[in-house]
């Protein structure tokens, strides 16, 4: 059966480099990258379908594997570029080049593509691993490609379609520059309209009249607290698929930080405003100014501490690891039956310390890593890819981005006097394992299906390719780096962050690395972290610990999630409020038809949702990412 084809590869790597995009707007707003597999599936099975109506044969099964494996790849090369690698330009105040991050994530995804094949007969050939989201993917296609399974995927599909046409539509009337563009450039209006998303705007404009009181919270303007909330069908979405438990702790998380406790320290003179005096009412705070000056260390130490305890409590993924790393299997036939259809273990052999190589050697010239020190992370690297791996084999989630915590700490043990080392070798060691979980994932289903695993990791590498060509020079257009004016008054972290793009991801390993820095390497501990700082982040490590143990006690019945409270500190109030709305939205419908598996209501909001929740973002996403570009290229031209 055709798998790896030329549309197959076409189709993944220009659905893979769509996703990427919707995927880099989500993460700079939420700090959460998305699957993008089962889109990328229904997306690919909707648009052969159709064309095959048209006289094109269908796609077989084999090829959306291959497509979906090549979309997910490139949805996740968006990752260091939110998180990492914008740390890092904040951290120095300097702008990369864009060739330099694109190099930079293609040699370590590559890494993470040849680290994979090791693991992958012991993983799935052999233990046969559940990989709950890549065996859900498998169930999926297989269920498409049944007769019965081809109306329900044509109905997903149109479903998703008119979730991101309605998502489309109000981002196009609420989108000020391509409203400007349409009314003035277009029409040759004097003005131009667009439709207002701040859900309390009317209040304001009654109180800017005299006509209501201006709320106030410890003497301040509730919009200075960043307690003002807007529409965003993108965040709605983006709660559907994070569910209610999670989009419950981000908005305790919010309102916790926001409404509680900043209030306090401001009555107390513990957070002092940017501007203005509170016994005047002209203080100005802001998100930004309260995140940075106070919140963050606790919000950051909540996500650290539960992050490391759901780690180190599956004592299984350590065993099954160390297992991986000291047990050997059967010995190999002399003639592999296998051999024809899997990546041979010689390519990783000789690739993974070549691949390896490379990338000290540019962390060190681009990045100012010492070559001894990217070396010795090398293992280390290894080491935390094969323990991702074996957590997203049990349990369907990579700890990437918990398990580069450990270089950060290590390495700026030992090397304090300069962020890059720490931040630039945890790049590497969440790039490795992240992909290499990411592909064993994809993987899983065409094991499941009978796809060729070479040919698979073919197409992980066409979709590294295209989701570093999709969002490098987005990201550039996105977050205003282009017109960066190195040593001007802004500075390049006040350049990418807005009302609209928090970077929360990127919050947390800049956070992570001062902290570092400040706990060896001394000196500017008495400036940055307070006394009332301290208590906080010390209440927030006992209050993370103890709810992550017993959510882990409870067998994940324990309601709220100290990993999402922490976020909710960092993710802007207003999205919070909306994931939360998303989430709710889609419980309540869960309930309601949940049983009712034959009704059009179970159909649409239950076996739909994901689709509907794919739809609102990349709808909403696209959308907003028009109205900056032609922002840009337009009116900043």
Same mark, same amino acid.
């Given at each position: 059966?055709?798998?790896?084809?030329?549309?197959?590869?076409?189709?993944?790597?220009?659905?893979?480099?769509?996703?990427?995009?919707?995927?880099?707007?989500?993460?700079?707003?939420?700090?959460?990258?998305?699957?993008?597999?089962?889109?990328?599936?229904?997306?690919?099975?909707?648009?052969?379908?159709?064309?095959?109506?048209?006289?094109?044969?269908?796609?077989?099964?084999?090829?959306?594997?291959?497509?979906?494996?090549?979309?997910?790849?490139?949805?996740?090369?968006?990752?260091?570029?939110?998180?990492?690698?914008?740390?890092?330009?904040?951290?120095?105040?300097?702008?990369?080049?864009?060739?330099?991050?694109?190099?930079?994530?293609?040699?370590?995804?590559?890494?993470?593509?040849?680290?994979?094949?090791?693991?992958?007969?012991?993983?799935?050939?052999?233990?046969?691993?559940?990989?709950?989201?890549?065996?859900?993917?498998?169930?999926?296609?297989?269920?498409?490609?049944?007769?019965?399974?081809?109306?329900?995927?044509?109905?997903?599909?149109?479903?998703?379609?008119?979730?991101?046409?309605?998502?489309?539509?109000?981002?196009?009337?609420?989108? /000020?520059?391509?409203?400007?563009?349409?009314?003035?450039?277009?029409?040759?209006?004097?003005?131009?309209?667009?439709?207002?998303?701040?859900?309390?705007?009317?209040?304001?404009?009654?109180?800017?009249?005299?006509?209501?009181?201006?709320?106030?919270?410890?003497?301040?303007?509730?919009?200075?607290?960043?307690?003002?909330?807007?529409?965003?069908?993108?965040?709605?979405?983006?709660?559907?698929?994070?569910?209610?438990?999670?989009?419950?702790?981000?908005?305790?998380?919010?309102?916790?930080?926001?409404?509680?406790?900043?209030?306090?320290?401001?009555?107390?003179?513990?957070?002092?405003?940017?501007?203005?005096?509170?016994?005047?009412?002209?203080?100005?705070?802001?998100?930004?100014?309260?995140?940075?000056?106070?919140?963050?260390?606790?919000?950051?130490?909540?996500?650290?501490?539960?992050?490391?305890?759901?780690?180190?409590?599956?004592?299984?993924?350590?065993?099954?690891?160390?297992?991986?790393?000291?047990?050997?299997?059967?010995?190999?036939?002399?003639?592999?039956?296998?051999?024809?259809?899997?990546?041979?273990?010689?390519?990783?052999?000789?690739?993974?310390?070549?691949?390896?190589?490379?990338?000290?050697?540019?962390?060190?010239?681009?990045?100012?890593?010492?070559?001894?020190?990217?070396?010795?992370?090398?293992?280390?690297?290894?080491?935390?890819?094969?323990?991702?791996?074996?957590?997203?084999?049990?349990?369907?989630?990579?700890?990437?981005?918990?398990?580069?915590?450990?270089?950060?700490?290590?390495?700026?043990?030992?090397?304090?006097?300069?962020?890059?080392?720490?931040?630039?070798?945890?790049?590497?060691?969440?790039?490795?394992?992240?992909?290499?979980?990411?592909?064993?994932?994809?993987?899983?289903?065409?094991?499941?299906?009978?796809?060729?695993?070479?040919?698979?990791?073919?197409?992980?590498?066409?979709?590294?390719?295209?989701?570093?060509?999709?969002?490098?020079?987005?990201?550039?257009?996105?977050?205003?780096?282009?017109?960066?004016?190195?040593?001007?008054?802004?500075?390049?972290?006040?350049?990418?962050?807005?009302?609209?793009?928090?970077?929360?991801?990127?919050?947390?390993?800049?956070?992570?690395?001062?902290?570092?820095?400040?706990?060896?390497?001394?000196?500017?501990?008495?400036?940055?972290?307070?006394?009332?700082?301290?208590?906080?982040?010390?209440?927030?490590?006992?209050?993370?610990?103890?709810?992550?143990?017993?959510?882990?006690?409870?067998?994940?019945?324990?309601?709220?999630?100290?990993?999402?409270?922490?976020?909710?500190?960092?993710?802007?109030?207003?999205?919070?409020?909306?994931?939360?709305?998303?989430?709710?939205?889609?419980?309540?419908?869960?309930?309601?038809?949940?049983?009712?598996? /034959?009704?059009?209501?179970?159909?649409?909001?239950?076996?739909?949702? /994901?689709?509907?929740?794919?739809?609102?973002?990349?709808?909403?996403?696209?959308?907003?990412?028009?109205?900056?570009?032609?922002?840009?290229?337009?009116?900043?031209?």
């Amino acid at each position: 059966m055709p798998q790896l084809t030329l549309r197959a590869a076409a189709t993944g790597f220009l659905l893979g480099g769509v996703l990427s995009a919707t995927n880099l707007y989500v993460a700079a707003k939420t700090g959460w990258t998305l699957g993008v597999g089962l889109t990328s599936v229904i997306l690919a099975f909707a648009m052969f379908r159709i064309l095959s109506r048209l006289g094109a044969r269908d796609m077989t099964i084999l090829e959306n594997n291959c497509t979906q494996s090549i979309a997910t790849a490139a949805g996740y090369m968006t990752m260091p570029l939110t998180s990492g690698i914008a740390a890092y330009m904040w951290a120095t105040n300097a702008v990369l080049p864009w060739w330099q991050i694109m190099c930079f994530n293609v040699v370590l995804s590559s890494m993470g593509v040849l680290v994979a094949f090791p693991m992958k007969r012991r993983f799935i050939n052999d233990e046969q691993h559940p990989f709950p989201e890549g065996r859900a993917c498998g169930v999926v296609l297989d269920a498409l490609y049944e007769s019965a399974g081809a109306a329900a995927g044509m109905y997903k599909a149109r479903v998703l379609a008119a979730a991101a046409g309605i998502a489309g539509t109000i981002g196009v009337l609420s989108g /000020e520059n391509i409203m400007r563009m349409v009314q003035q450039k277009w029409l040759g209006l004097a003005s131009a309209w667009h439709l207002p998303l701040s859900l309390d705007g009317w209040y304001y404009a009654l109180a800017d009249r005299g006509l209501a009181p201006l709320p106030r919270l410890a003497g301040v303007d509730l919009r200075q607290l960043a307690l003002s909330p807007s529409l965003d069908l993108a965040m709605i979405g983006a709660g559907g698929l994070m569910g209610i438990r999670t989009a419950s702790s981000l908005l305790v998380g919010a309102i916790v930080n926001f409404a509680i406790i900043v209030p306090i320290m401001i009555t107390a003179g513990q957070i002092v405003p940017r501007s203005g005096t509170l016994a005047e009412g002209t203080a100005a705070f802001g998100r930004a100014h309260i995140l940075n000056t106070w919140s963050l260390w606790w919000g950051i130490t909540m996500m650290v501490v539960a992050a490391m305890v759901t780690l180190f409590a599956r004592p299984d993924v350590f065993v099954q690891a160390w297992r991986t790393l000291t047990r050997r299997g059967p010995a190999p036939a002399r003639d592999d039956l296998l051999g024809d259809i899997e990546l041979p273990l010689k390519v990783s052999v000789i690739g993974v310390p070549l691949i390896g190589a490379v990338g000290v050697y540019l962390a060190q010239v681009w990045f100012g890593v010492p070559w001894w020190l990217g070396a010795a992370s090398i293992p280390l690297i290894l080491l935390l890819a094969l323990i991702a791996a074996s957590s997203t084999a049990l349990t369907g989630i990579t700890p990437s981005s918990s398990l580069s915590k450990i270089p950060q700490f290590i390495v700026g043990a030992i090397e304090p006097r300069t962020p890059a080392p720490n931040l630039m070798t945890a790049v590497m060691s969440a790039e490795v394992a992240s992909n290499a979980s990411n592909l064993l994932m994809d993987i899983k289903p065409g094991y499941m299906l009978g796809a060729k695993p070479r040919q698979q990791a073919i197409g992980h590498g066409i979709g590294i390719v295209a989701g570093a060509l999709a969002a490098t020079p987005l990201y550039f257009l996105l977050f205003g780096l282009d017109r960066y004016v190195p040593g001007g008054a802004v500075s390049v972290q006040d350049t990418m962050v807005s009302d609209k793009f928090a970077f929360p991801g990127a919050v947390q390993w800049k956070g992570v690395s001062d902290l570092v820095t400040t706990i060896f390497g001394g000196g500017s501990g008495q400036v940055l972290l307070t006394t009332s700082i301290i208590w906080s982040m010390a209440i927030a490590a006992i209050a993370a610990l103890f709810m992550e143990v017993t959510r882990v006690r409870t067998r994940n019945r324990f309601p709220l999630s100290p990993l999402a409270i922490g976020l909710g500190v960092v993710v802007p109030p207003e999205s919070s409020l909306m994931m939360f709305l998303g989430s709710l939205m889609f419980w309540i419908a869960g309930r309601v038809y949940g049983k009712r598996r /034959e009704s059009g209501g179970f159909r649409l909001w239950v076996d739909s949702q /994901e689709a509907i929740c794919a739809g609102l973002i990349a709808g909403a996403a696209l959308i907003g990412i028009a109205d900056i570009l032609v922002r840009v290229f337009l009116f900043d031209a």
